[in-house]
């Protein structure tokens, strides 16, 4: 991602949130679309309780959603075939909201123990977007428990959620709901 956002012309800096040096730098907002559960949620908060200005908002968002079910149960049977000691069980029952209350929970709890922030708030945005087969495989393979697969295991869940996917017709419509956690910054320390 980094290459990519420097070709098109954008500054990056690699490094860990935790441990990025702001050089000096304040901020009046910071957002991590997908990507907050990477960083320790107290000491992430913290990072952003020093570089925010007063006023400045923390805004870490993820995409819930809800595969149908005939593709769910392929991709989770699948995925703990391929990958039996993944952290993610893609488990059908625990698809949407309810998979992602316990990082919505650590996030909040990091702002208020960082403290400098209003309460957090959960805001939630429902959309939805069409997929048609070729669409859902070509972005599979971009989503974090997918990342590290071998290629033949990566092929053999493809393969299977694509079987799943024509056996509804070749498409489906996925319902999200975007959830952010988010807190004003209140006093710079």
């Known amino acids: ?3 990519f956002a420097r070709r098109t012309g954008v500054d990056v800096e690699v490094t860990t949130f935790e441990t990025w040096d702001p050089a000096g730098r304040d901020f009046d907002a910071l957002v991590a679309g997908q990507a907050w559960h990477w960083v320790d949620p107290a000491a992430g908060a913290a990072k952003a309780a020093q570089v925010l200005r007063s006023g400045g908002r923390l805004a870490v968002f993820w995409h819930a959603f809800r595969l149908p079910p005939g ?5 989770a049977v699948v995925h703990r075939r391929v990958a039996p000691g993944a952290p993610f069980s893609f488990q059908p029952a625990r698809q949407g ?3 992602y209350q316990g990082l919505l929970a650590r996030a909040a709890g990091g702002i208020r123990e960082a ?6 708030e959960q805001w939630r945005f429902s ?16 989503s974090g428990a997918l990342t590290r697969l ?7 869940v ?3 959620t ?4 024509d056996a509804i017709g070749g498409s489906f419509t996925m319902a999200y709901a975007t959830v952010a956690i988010t807190a004003t910054r209140t006093s710079r320390r």
């Open 150 to 156: 071998p290629p033949d295991k990566l092929a053999e």
């Open 127 to 142: 959309w939805e977007r069409s997929y048609t087969r070729d669409e859902w495989l070509d972005q599979l393979p971009t």
């Open 97 to 99: 909201l309810d998979a």
């Open 115 to 120: 403290g400098g922030f209003s309460d957090p």
């Open 158 to 160: 493809l393969a299977e």
């Open 71 to 75: 593709v769910a149960e392929a991709f």
């Open 1 to 3: 991602m980094a290459d």
């Open 162 to 165: 694509g079987a799943a996917i």
